[in-house]
């Protein structure tokens, strides 16, 4: 590993155009767990949704069908509100202030990229930091729903307050989603790190890549094409590797 590490420090000192392409297993070093892991969201022994599937939980269908439990598995599982980012966080935000990391384009819904300090991130399943009314628009912080005391939230209007998350059989944001593909279109680096490739179609963005290195850090092999010549992938946590390049 020292090789591309080395090689990694190279390609870092000599750009000043990167984009970072992450997914779950960013958060898990910050003790969120991946959802569909053996230790995951949908398998931890509190969960007492047996007979829905994990799909069927965060999706527009539950939430419009079964708003009670939709809402009651979403203030379970995916309040982060006192998870606090690691070290890849604080090394991509260091990145960006140093004027080498031109954007962030996470898969994540916790928004641990934000609160370490990143500026440029696209968000692009949406966040739990964000959440508005379905009849007015207006908007409402985390805590409206995670501390609502009714099953279903609602704004004063009557409508139902949501989160500003892209649950299944909902369109990804337009906006965040053209940002991040002209950001990984326009870089000279792309660093995907904590993600399998395999959610689409946010997987596809990085087909959209033509600069000049790749950098894969994952815990696990991907099979993606490399070219050995530029590219270079990482086996390990993604918090150490930056690390050990990145000075805090």
Known sequence: MKTEIE?????????????????????TESGVPDFRSPDGLYNTPDVRFDRYTPEYLLSHECFEREPKVFFEFYRQKLDTRSVEPNAAHRCL???????????????????????????NVYEIHGTTEKNYC?????RFPAEYIFESKTAVPRCPCGGVVRC???????????????????AIRQADVLIIGGTSLTVYPAATYVRYFRGSHLVIINREPLSYPLDP???????GSIGEVLSSVITL
């Open 229 to 235: 010549s530029k590219d270079i992938e990482i086996i």
């Open 7 to 27: 090689k990694l420090k190279k390609i870092i000192d000599g750009s000043d155009n990167i984009v970072f392409f992450g997914g779950a297993g960013v958060s």
């Open 164 to 182: 500003d998350v892209t649950l299944y059989g909902e369109s990804l944001p337009e906006e965040a989603v053209e940002g991040a593909v002209r």
């Open 93 to 119: 935000a260091k990145l960006e202030q140093m004027g080498k990391l031109r954007a962030v384009v996470t898969q994540n819904i916790d928004g641990l990229h934000t609160r370490a300090g990143s500026k």
């Open 134 to 138: 379905t009849r007015c628009g207006k």
